[in-house]
């Protein structure tokens, strides 16, 4: 089982770039619900949530990124992605992909969002680099 990460890489301020995630060896739709989500880490930072997707598409995201981030997943290619806009130089850092899965019950996206301790499931990373 794997998340692989893609899409990462060096733009502008003020430039777009789109993450995808493959989720691989998960069954998403054998647990009765899930969260998909974006974790950043800025050099010298500790990871925060950016973005968070559940099954039923409700999705929540920092308030730095409102506006000027999209999460989105095609479930049947097990694919999460992330399209952002206007990127800042704050927006620099190591973006992961990670995974909650619930055997019962709803997946909380606000819970998920600010406490990335509860992904069960983690990727290696894509490297996002704005240049002012």
């Known amino acids: 089982a794997a998340l692989v990460e893609s899409g990462g890489g060096s733009v502008q301020a003020g430039g777009s770039l789109r993450l995808s995630c493959v989720i691989s060896?998960?069954?998403?739709?054998?647990?009765?619900?899930?969260?998909l989500g974006w974790v950043r880490q800025a050099p010298g930072s500790e990871r925060e949530g950016v973005a968070i997707i559940a099954h039923d598409d409700t999705t929540n995201y920092a308030d730095s990124v409102k506006g000027r981030f999209r999460i989105s997943q095609d479930s049947a290619k097990n694919t999460l992605y992330l399209q952002m806009s206007n990127l800042k130089p704050e927006d620099d850092g190591m973006y992961y992909c990670?995974?909650?899965?619930?055997?019962?019950?709803?997946?909380?996206?606000?819970?998920?969002?600010?406490?990335?301790?509860?992904?069960?499931?983690w990727g290696q990373g894509t490297q996002v680099t704005v240049a002012s």
């Open positions: 060896g998960y069954f998403l739709h054998g647990y009765s619900s899930y969260c």
């Open positions: 990670a995974a909650r899965f619930m055997e019962e019950g709803p997946c909380d996206s606000d819970d998920v969002l600010e406490n990335i301790a509860l992904f069960h499931a």
